[in-house]
């Protein structure tokens, strides 16, 4: 069904040019630091002024980089089926990112292990609203080389496609031999065969170790995410409108950059700045704030032609509970009408991106569900408008015995998965259940129930063999 | 507010939906089980054929054309006056729940589970809905009370609503009888005829499909010779009362609604109406209303968009849920409708607060929960002002690359008013609340609603009106 829906726009056209008038002046006049020597040689050689490691880039220099970057991509799965297509107008999901804590409903808050990491891999394939596997979906600990493990289990766990390795030249070059290994080498030449999350150190940097990785995909022309994480009040001015404004100075000229390495190099304008929460000086990710951002982040890459990638299934809670379920909804449900084309952390975060949570990853799925139905809208034709059976039923009828509704109710709907809808006795007499405790049946029996899909078994040795390799 | 509306239909799909109202409203008619009803009809030209009434697409609009775009609800404290129709979201709680639900939590010998609510537990929603912020009116039926006889119910939740709080309240619509009663009780309130301006609302509900009930009837009529606000909704399940396809749902409940419409304005040309829809699909596996489905949501925007096009008030959407406890799903399922209204430009949002098991139950803790909700899409709502203040070149020029904006007076001057505070919602962080006994939310909003209630006083009422209305509670029970 053709998308008939607006999209949710808290900014004027006026409050737009405002805030990239400002980023204009910020990126010529304050400058934006590349510690990185390759980098400040790319810039010069495309003549933009530099000092040291700051750069200084002029309007026009930026806005004519922005005219190679792709409106649309496509990222390759080992499955083709499973082929993901950034900013065709329908969001990507993906699974939590970066999560150094792991919370499970019987043992609480712990480090995660790497058999953590391979359940959450089986359940982010099995999980049917998850487009991507991800990457760093929590960090395991005491693994070496982990990039290279957790790699290995996106590749043989599951045949979607993959987020790359940002950990620095090396974490991006083993990310490439591995998809080379796994996919063909001239299918990743050829192709977009994973995404990457490049960082920007805000305000107005990046570090070396992000900056190594962008270059190495971007000469690859792999896609990269180039997105802020800005504290409004800390690492940003508290006025929302400040760290718009801010932000986006230094993630256009991380996005300029990537063009002028390689033009036509697909990007993505990512944000997922929030406000600090005054009184524990801690992020918050499930505020009004955050998606207020959201949205005007979406106007912003809209008004310049880029991708973007915000928001996510976001909360401070530290449990599975409903101030977990409101915040989470509530940055979802944004993210979704603001017309977000990429969504990291679409399931599993808890407490302001520090916990990622077995449970809340099957709940959080389900809202993906509800909320892909909830985009396709109304469809009004003279079928589903119905005329002639509302005058047949006609005053105090019923509609559950006609053809029109026999025909329809088995598709009509959403379909829950999760949500139970017995009634209220039903609920009373079989144990009071929360949601929570649903979540925990369904991830142990996904978890069970996982096989991995065939993988040659060539392949499959050629990926031990490097991960090995390069591991010792 | 908002810049722009969440907009799901296409102009061409309103007006379709319109056309098949009207063609629904000329030829197969609305019944109207009230014989004074059609009697109003009749003396307008209106054709009738026993209790079914066809009204031309010129009566309809006519109406339409002359309810007001907004009006304003006068409390008994002129400071809580609430204005709907303004562009600024008006927040009334849960309305009609049969039962309660006692919050599972981990402290011994608490009521668990589901059961039928009391007198004492209506006192103390009233005194809650006084308490909470984002409650704009005090609303009414809240739960029903089960110890009290249902004919005279009506007046104690009346004598509640004005003698515990001086926000607005909304009447009862126990037929005639009810809202005749809610207007003399308001004329003692205010000690004035409130017939010259509106101090109350009726939520007058159709029955689908194509149908209104001879009590519904009764309301309306008095509440329309009174001059006070009608909120008139359709509360359809597609696949059942309605058909299964949500355009239809949205066609037939529209022609329902103008029809009663129609039928405020013949009797008093002028009087406020809302346009409402609860409307929403059947579970088609267990036969269920979803009031937590994103069909829902879809209804609440279609609403919207659809009053807005007649240019009437909206009513729609709420922290609704089927789940029957205050658990993760409560809270999505909420915000998922709630949400959705405030961006689609909803005016009024009754079940703002309180609602679990698909209307069925009310909760207290929830009502706390829900409120905090509300309070967070309001300021969604607010926006971003952008200026050469918020955007605030200088500072970002002066704390430059690598810098921070903790001690600057830009940051230090706003940094207590710039962010919505959360009062329940929980941002300590993990060790924090596992150090606390890890309260989850529902038992944190059961400490606030036990502190909300030891704190409530009444606020003040002479005592002769006091004493008035007393006595006509009195009088009107025996």
Not at chain 1, 108 to 114: I, L, N, Q, S, V
Not at chain 1, 160 to 185: C, D, N, P, Q, W
Request: proline share 5%; hydrophobic share 40%; with cysteine.
């Amino acid at each position: 069904m053709k998308l008939t829906r607006n999209r949710d726009e808290v900014l004027s056209p006026d409050d737009i040019e405002q805030i990239h008038n400002t980023s204009m002046k910020i990126m010529a006049n304050v400058g934006v630091r590349f510690p990185d020597d390759d980098v400040i040689a790319v810039f010069k050689e495309h003549g933009v002024k530099t000092d040291g490691h700051t750069v200084y880039l002029e309007e026009k220099q930026m806005m004519d980089a922005l005219e190679s970057v792709p409106k649309q991509f496509t990222i390759l799965a080992r499955n083709s089926d499973r082929n993901v297509t950034v900013g065709d107008g329908k969001p990507v999901f993906a699974p939590g990112y970066g999560a150094p804590f792991l919370v499970d409903y019987e043992v609480g808050k712990r480090a995660p292990t790497m058999e953590d990491y391979h359940n959450l891999v089986k359940l982010a394939h099995a999980l049917p609203n998850q487009d991507m596997s991800g990457h760093l979906i929590v960090e395991p600990e005491g693994v070496p080389a982990p990039h290279l493990a957790m790699l290995h289990a996106h590749m043989v766990h599951s045949d979607k496609a993959f987020i790359g390795s940002a950990a620095g030249a090396v974490g991006a070059r083993h990310t490439m031999e591995m998809a080379a290994i796994l996919l063909g080498e001239d299918t990743v030449k050829e192709n977009a065969v994973t995404i990457s999350l490049i960082n920007s150190l805000t305000p107005l940097g990046y570090s070396d170790e992000m900056l190594a990785a962008l270059m190495e995909y971007a000469r690859r022309r792999q896609p990269v995410i180039i997105a802020a994480l800005a504290m409004c009040g800390s690492t940003g001015p508290v006025t929302l409108a400040g760290t718009l404004a801010l932000q986006t100075a230094e993630l256009l000229a991380g996005i300029a950059l990537t063009q002028m390495v390689s033009p036509g190099t697909p990007v993505v304008f990512g944000s997922t700045s929030t406000n600090i929460d005054m009184k524990s000086g801690a992020l918050a990710i499930g505020s009004p704030e955050l998606s207020l951002m959201i949205a005007a982040h979406a106007q912003l890459a809209r008004y310049y032609g880029l991708p973007s990638r915000s928001g996510g299934s976001l909360a401070d809670a530290s449990f599975p509970d409903a101030q977990a379920g409101f915040e989470s909804m509530f940055g979802l449900l944004t993210t979704v009408n603001s017309g977000v084309d990429f969504v990291l952390h679409a399931a599993g975060i808890l407490n302001a991106y520090l916990v990622f949570s077995y449970e809340k990853f099957v709940l959080d799925d389900e809202m993906c569900g509800m909320l892909r139905h909830f985009q396709r809208g109304i469809e009004v034709t003279p079928e589903t408008l119905a005329y002639d059976v509302i005058a047949n039923v006609g005053s105090g009828g019923n509609y559950l015995m006609e053809t029109h509704t026999l025909q329809r109710c088995r598709t009509e709907f959403w379909q829950p998965t999760l949500v139970d809808r017995s009634g209220l006795d039903a609920w009373m007499e079989g144990g009071r259940q929360r949601a929570v405790d649903r979540a925990h049946e369904r991830w142990r029996k996904l978890v069970e129930e996982h096989e991995d899909p065939l993988l040659d078994e060539t392949v499959a040795r050629q990926l031990r063999t490097f991960v090995e390799e390069h591991t010792s | 507010m908002l810049r722009n509306w969440s907009e799901f239909l296409s102009p061409t799909g309103i007006e379709e939906i319109h056309n098949t109202s009207m063609k629904l409203l000329n030829s197969v008619g609305v019944q109207f089980h009230e014989a004074e009803a059609i009697s109003v009809f009749k003396q307008h030209g209106v054709k009738t054929d026993g209790s079914t009434v066809y009204l031309s697409e010129k009566q309809v609009m006519e109406a339409v054309g002359a309810a007001p775009r907004q009006f304003t609800f006068h409390a008994r404290n002129p400071e809580r006056n609430v204005t709907v129709g303004d562009g600024h979201i008006v927040f009334a709680p849960a309305y009609g729940a049969p039962f309660l639900m006692d919050y599972d939590g981990r402290t011994p010998n608490v009521r668990v589970g589901k059961r039928v609510p009391t007198m004492e537990d209506y006192h103390n929603l009233v005194r809650l809905a006084h308490a909470l912020p984002n409650q704009d009116l005090i609303g009414y039926l809240m739960v029903e009370p089960g110890d009290v006889p249902a004919q005279i119910a009506y007046l104690h939740m009346l004598h509640a609503n004005m003698t515990h709080s001086d926000k607005p309240f909304i009447g009862s619509v126990s037929g005639t009888v009810g809202a005749r009663h809610t207007m003399e009780m308001a004329s003692i309130l205010f000690d004035e005829n409130v017939s010259h301006r509106p101090v109350t609302i009726g939520v007058i509900s159709s029955l689908s499909p194509l149908s209104y009930s001879r009590e519904m009837c009764g309301a309306l009529i008095e509440y329309a010779r009174w001059r006070q606000p009608v909120l008139i909704a359709a509360a359809a399940m597609a696949g059942s009362t309605a058909p299964i396809t949500l355009a239809g749902v949205l066609a037939m409940q529209n022609a329902e609604l103008l029809a009663g419409i129609t039928l405020s304005q013949l009797i008093s040309p002028g009087t406020p109406v809302i346009y409402g829809s609860t409307s929403t699909n059947t579970d088609m596996k267990t036969g269920a209303l979803a009031i937590g489905s994103p069909e829902n949501a879809l209804v609440v925007t279609a609403v919207t968009q659809i009053a807005r096009y007649y240019g009437l008030p909206s009513r729609g959407g709420g922290a609704l849920t089927d789940s029957h406890t205050p658990d993760a799903r409560a809270g999505f399922e909420s915000m998922q409708n709630l949400l959705v209204a405030v961006i689609s430009g909803v005016d009024f949002v009754l079940h703002a607060a309180g609602i679990l098991s698909s209307f069925l139950a009310f909760s207290y803790e929830k009502f706390v929960l829900d409120d905090e909700m509300c309070g967070m899409v309001r300021r969604f709502g607010r926006g971003i002002p952008v200026t050469p203040e918020t955007l605030a070149y200088d500072v970002i020029a002066e704390v430059g690359p690598g810098g921070n904006y903790l001690m600057e007076s830009h940051t230090l001057e706003r940094c207590r008013g710039e962010f919505w505070q959360p009062t329940i919602g929980d941002r300590v962080g993990m060790e924090k609340w596992i150090a606390a006994g890890t309260p989850n939310e529902a038992i944190r909003a059961r400490t606030r609603w036990q502190k909300l209630l030891a704190q409530h006083q009444d606020p003040p009422l002479d005592e002769t009106t006091r004493r008035q209305l007393q006595e006509f509670v009195e009088d009107h029970v025996a």
